[in-house]
C-alpha cells in the first residue's frame, strides 16, 4: 500500500513538474506513469530488503551496543596526550 501513494507522489510531482516546463498533456501524461511505476518499483525493493534484513540489523545493534558498553578501555585519548 505505501508503494502505490510514493508512485502516485512521484508521478503527480512528475506531471506537475512537466506541465510546468510547458510539455503536452501526452508527454507529461507519459512521463508520470513511467517515474511512478518506478517510484512503486524502487519502494517495493527498499521494504523488502528491509523485511528480509531486519532481524540481522537488530542483532548487530544489540550485539555492538554490548561490545561498547563492556570495554574498559577509555573511549578517548587521555588529558594531555599528543598525537
Not at 40 to 50: D, F, G
Amino acid at each position: 500500500m505505501i508503494e502505490l501513494l510514493v508512485g502516485a507522489a512521484v508521478a503527480a510531482g512528475t506531471y506537475l513538474y512537466a506541465k510546468r516546463k510547458r510539455a503536452s498533456t501526452g508527454q507529461s501524461v507519459a512521463a508520470a506513469a513511467v517515474t511512478g511505476a518506478g517510484g512503486v518499483a524502487a519502494t517495493a525493493a527498499t521494504l523488502w530488503m528491509i523485511a528480509a534484513v531486519w532481524p540481522v540489523l537488530v542483532v548487530g545493534a544489540l550485539a555492538g551496543g554490548y561490545y561498547f558498553g563492556k570495554r574498559k578501555q577509555p573511549k578517548a585519548l587521555p588529558p594531555g596526550s599528543s598525537i
